[in-house]
């Protein structure tokens, strides 16, 4: 009887080690979504930017397929 009251407490003491673990890391996950919600990281760029690509470029049907097979794009 001694050994399965031991059990019992061990098994308790882990439960609650569980539950601890898990409370600290949801309540982490949620002060990161909170600290970063408002974080825009596709802001306009300022200052001496340039643009790189261009999406008005017309590319033939083939070139495009080309594209895709080589890149994936």
Same mark, same amino acid.
């Given at each position: 009887?001694?050994? /399965?009251?031991?059990?019992?407490?061990?098994?308790?003491?882990?439960?609650?080690? /569980?539950?601890?673990?898990?409370?600290? /890391?949801?309540?982490?996950?949620?002060?990161?979504?909170? +600290?970063?919600?408002?974080?825009?990281?596709?802001?306009?760029? +300022?200052?001496?930017?340039?643009?790189? @690509? @261009?999406?008005?470029?017309?590319?033939?049907?083939?070139?495009?397929? @080309?594209?895709? /097979?080589?890149?994936? +794009?």
């Amino acid at each position: 009887m001694r050994s /399965f009251a031991r059990y019992v407490k061990d098994v308790v003491k882990l439960f609650v080690l /569980f539950v601890l673990c898990t409370s600290i /890391f949801y309540f982490g996950l949620q002060a990161m979504h909170s +600290e970063y919600q408002d974080y825009h990281r596709y802001d306009p760029p +300022e200052g001496n930017a340039l643009k790189v @690509s @261009s999406n008005n470029i017309d590319y033939d049907w083939m070139d495009r397929l @080309s594209i895709l /097979f080589r890149l994936g +794009e």
